[in-house]
């Protein structure tokens, strides 16, 4: 596919495969989501890092769904935890390297997932402080039905998820067969110690 004809797709009212559909509350969608998650910021006293999350964290859906990505807090994207953006492979493996932009307050962002399996998602820019989400299509497997470290193996040029973001996608809430039994699985179903931020801001020299 062309540049030209993939700006085309990008501009028109079509849910892309690999850029999806970028909108804002004004707008009206090019088709009706049949679910929706938040990108949301919490504070966490007193710790300095908030909590940065999808809600629901891990949510199960049918394949040809699209789910609406609502910013309900700015600087934030949705991203597949795929090679070819130097990740380990949480994606199942006929799945497109989808992304969305950075997105601000306000805007949504709409995406089909037509490939069954289960889905590791990311926030790229809050990633390693825990902002992860697992969505699991049709049935629990594929690549991301392995824990968090096991097969497949990275190579040399991709990694796993780490830090806060290998934390709660290892909480047993978040297990493909659990979200599969449950439907959604919350933010606040995970334990505590699955969100504690293992990266500390620099600090300043007064």
């Known amino acids: 596919m062309s540049p030209t004809s993939t700006q085309q797709q990008m501009d ?14 004004d707008d009206s969608p ?3 989501p049949d679910h929706t998650i938040n990108l949301a910021i919490k504070p966490r006293d007193p710790v300095p890092i908030p909590e940065f999350y999808f809600e629901p964290t891990g949510l199960a859906i049918e394949p ?13 994207n949705v ?3 795929h090679p070819a953006f130097g990740y380990t492979q949480r994606v199942p493996t006929d799945a497109p390297p989808y992304s969305s932009p950075i997105l601000g307050v306000g805007e949504y962002w709409l995406y089909t997932f037509e490939t069954e399996g289960v889905h590791n998602i ?3 820019p809050h990633e390693l402080f825990g902002m992860v989400g697992s969505i699991v299509v049709g049935s629990p497997t594929g690549p991301a039905a392995n824990p968090v470290g096991e097969a497949p193996a990275p190579s040399e040029q ?13 909480d047993p809430a978040m297990t493909p067969e659990n979200i599969a039994d449950q439907g959604s ?3 606040t179903d995970l334990a505590p ?4 931020p293992l990266l500390t801001p620099v600090q300043e020299e007064g």
């Open 12 to 25: 028109s009212q079509e849910i892309h495969p690999r850029f999806g559909y970028i909108g804002t509350g």
């Open 30 to 32: 090019p088709v009706e």
């Open 64 to 76: 040809g769904d699209t789910v609406r990505f609502n910013l309900a807090s700015p600087h934030h």
């Open 79 to 81: 991203n597949a935890y």
């Open 122 to 124: 990311m926030c790229a």
């Open 158 to 170: 991709s990694r796993p998820p780490e830090f806060t973001a290998g934390l709660v996608l290892s």
């Open 185 to 187: 699985v919350s933010w």
């Open 193 to 196: 110690e699955s969100k504690r």
